[in-house]
Each structure stands twice: as C-alpha cells, then as structure tokens.
C-alpha cells in the first residue's frame, strides 16, 4: 500500500463545477503539499500545509491531522485548471517528501 | 528572472550510453534534488545536495550519478547501468535542505531507442 493515496486518479469535470480531490496518507508527517503539473510537465507549488485550512483565489485546501487525510477545492472550475494535482506530504528528521501518484483534471467547457 | 532551468526538454538515449541532464538555478539555494516521474507513480528521489560539493543517494539512485562543484549547478548523469531509463526526469531545489518548499524545474523527457 502506498503511504500517500490519492482519489480519484482522474476526474472530468463541467466549467463552473466545485471540485474536491483528496489525499490520505498512512505515516506521520510534519507538513502536506499540493502541486499543480501542467500538461508541459513544470510543477508548481500551490500550498504547504501543517494545520487548519488555506485559501488563495478559487482554490482551498484543508488538511486533519488526525484523520490523516487532506482536501483541495477548486470553486468556479475554468478549463485552464486541468492539470495534474499532486500531494506530497513532509515526513521524517531528513525532511524528505514523499509524493502521490496525483489527480488527472479535466475541466470541460 | 529568478528560477531553475533544465535542459534539454526532450532527450533521445540509445541504448549503452550515457547522457546527462542539466540543471541550473540562479536562486542562490544550497539544496537541490533529482526526481523520476513514471506514468501513475508518484515522483520518486534519485539523489539530494544539501549543499555544494555534497550529495547523499535517494530512493532510486542505482544507475544514476551526480555532481555538485557549483552551487548553481546539480547535472545528473543516467548511466548504461539504469536498465529502464525512459521516463520524465524533474530538478527541484530549495533555500536550505529543510525548508520544506521545493522550486521546480520544468523538467527533461528522456526516451531510450
């Protein structure tokens, strides 16, 4: 089983529609990202998460420590939102990230 | 402006040979790392530099080699050696190895014939 679980591996979506993607994870962590991939392959980092929830535009993310798991939503979904989503979570005294396999997004218009 | 550069962005490999992938940032930050991205696999860790002239191996560094003379510069070498080569290859760095945010590179699509 990997540490990281993604859901769902991919998803079609209508303009306008909320989205949510989620991440479980199975280990401890101190800290959770979510990247964007363009279709060119760049990365982008989207957030960085350790506690409660962020918002920045139309995209939010939340995370429960507890449970283990975290949430990205995408409100007012645009075309231009399809992309790969990926999670990435912060784990262990080297710090090091290990990443979901990500979230294939595609906005229709 | 400011960030990582990778080059090429495609790479063709015959089989037996060596080739090696370049990555520069102009960010002044002294961590930089190699990733592997495969269809429907999550980015895996080939080697890390926490600073100049040091590297330490990652996840899958068999068949791979790095250097790290300059601060600047983090190639990676795919070696004869890595027997299933093709796949996506992404750099990343970061102010120090444990700031927990990572600039990425755009990356280098290498595809062994």
């Known amino acids: 089983k990997n540490e990281v679980e993604q859901s769902p591996q991919n998803l079609t979506a209508q303009e306008g529609e909320f989205i949510t993607i989620n991440c479980s994870y199975s280990?401890?962590?101190?800290?959770l990202h979510w990247l964007q991939q363009h279709p060119g392959g760049g990365i982008v980092s989207l957030f960085m998460l350790s506690s409660g929830k962020k918002k920045h535009g139309r995209l939010i993310a939340t995370i429960n420590i507890q449970e283990k798991h975290s949430s990205l939503h995408i409100t007012a979904s645009h075309p231009r939102d399809s992309a790969v989503y990926i999670c990435a979570v912060v784990r262990g005294s080297a710090r090091q990230l290990t990443f979901g396999s990500g979230t294939q997004l595609t906005v229709l218009p | 402006d400011g960030g990582i550069t990778q080059s090429p962005k495609y790479l063709f490999r015959k089989e037996g040979q060596n080739v090696t992938l370049s990555c520069e940032q102009n960010l002044n930050h002294d961590a930089m790392y190699w990733y592997r991205q495969d269809p429907g696999q999550g980015l895996r860790l080939i080697y890390y530099s926490q600073i100049v002239n040091d590297f330490q191996k990652g996840d899958i560094a068999e068949g791979y080699s790095v250097s790290r003379e300059k601060k600047e510069s983090f190639p990676l070498t795919v070696t004869s050696a890595q027997k299933n080569p093709t796949a996506f290859y992404l750099c990343a760095s970061s102010v120090t190895f444990r700031q927990e945010t990572q600039y990425f590179g755009p990356g280098t699509r290498l595809l062994v014939l």
């Open positions: 280990v401890g962590i101190s800290a």
